[in-house]
């Protein structure tokens, strides 16, 4: 499984992608991507199986990154990890039917076995 960690906070990066790596039943392979722009190129290049996406991000933001994977008929699962606790953004990426799941940072293992629970691994 390859998977895409698109998020401008290094540290958010390093903690998601180490929650993944720790994780024996996923035997993941990390990506990741620094902004909305960087990640949109390597969904292209890279063809991850799962995306974890921050919505605030500077140069390209995580609204414009769903809009247009939205647009070219994305069919692969997006995570939503923010510091958001706005309703209005949970309300927002609802409307994406290829979002699979909403965590609201820190990230954690239990955020990790929502994660696995919803792929049926």
């Known amino acids: 499984m390859r998977i ?4 401008d906070d ?5 903690i ?13 392979t990390v ?3 620094e902004n909305g722009e960087v990640g949109i190129e390597k969904i292209a290049d890279e063809k991850p199986d799962a995306i974890f996406l921050d919505l605030n991000m500077p140069v390209m933001n995580g609204f414009e990154v769903l809009e247009i994977l939205n647009s070219k008929a994305n ?4 995570y939503v990890v923010t ?3 706005l309703e209005d ?21 239990v955020h990790i076995q929502q994660f696995i629970n919803s792929i049926n691994l």
């Open 4 to 7: 895409l960690i698109v998020d």
């Open 89 to 109: 953004d949970q309300e927002k990426c609802n409307q994406y039917k290829f979002i699979k799941g909403y965590f609201q940072k820190p990230f954690t293992q």
């Open 31 to 33: 990506l990741e991507a």
């Open 16 to 28: 998601i992608g180490q929650n993944i790596k720790l994780t024996q039943e996923l035997k993941a």
């Open 83 to 85: 510091s958001s606790n």
């Open 10 to 14: 290094d540290i958010a990066r390093l």
């Open 75 to 78: 069919t692969i699962p997006v």
